[in-house]
C-alpha cells in the first residue's frame, strides 16, 4: 500500500504564490512517474501537471509560465510551485503516484487533495 499525502494548499490573494507539496510513502513499492491534477466546483477534475524521475515534465497549456512541478526523488515528493495566481485556479489540488510492485505491475495512488483558494 502507498500513502500519498498533500499540503500547502491554502487562501491568497490574486496574484500571489503558494507551493504544494506532496509525499509518497510505502514498503515494496517503487514509485514511478508523479503529477498534479486540480478539480474546480461543478467541474472534472483535470491535468495540471506531471513529472518523471527523469525529471521531464508535462504541463496544461494554459499553465505554462505560471506553475512549475519538480520532485525529490530520495523523498518521492513532488512540488507545484504556483505563481501570479488567479481566482480560476481556485480548486482541489490532487496529487498522484505510480507505484511499481515486486511483481512489475503499477498502481496509481491518490492524495486527498489540498484546497487552494484565490481571492479576487
Known amino acids: 500500500q502507498v500513502q500519498v499525502v498533500e499540503s500547502g494548499g491554502g487562501l491568497v490573494q490574486a496574484g500571489g504564490s503558494l507551493r504544494l507539496s506532496c509525499a509518497a510513502s510505502?514498503?515494496?513499492?517503487?514509485?514511478?512517474?508523479m503529477g498534479w491534477y486540480r478539480q474546480a466546483p461543478g467541474k472534472q477534475r483535470e491535468l495540471v501537471a506531471t513529472i518523471t524521475t527523469g525529471g521531464s515534465t508535462n504541463y496544461a497549456d494554459s499553465l505554462k509560465g505560471r506553475f512549475t512541478i519538480s520532485r525529490d526523488n530520495a523523498k518521492n515528493t513532488v512540488y507545484l510551485q504556483m505563481n501570479n495566481l488567479k481566482p480560476e485556479d481556485t480548486a482541489v489540488y490532487y496529487c498522484?503516484?505510480?507505484?511499481?510492485?515486486?511483481?512489475?505491475?503499477?498502481?496509481?495512488?491518490w492524495g486527498v487533495g489540498t484546497q487552494v483558494t484565490v481571492s479576487a
Open positions: 510505502g514498503t515494496g513499492f517503487v514509485i514511478a512517474g
Open positions: 498522484n503516484a505510480e507505484a511499481i510492485g515486486s511483481s512489475w505491475n503499477i498502481r496509481v495512488y
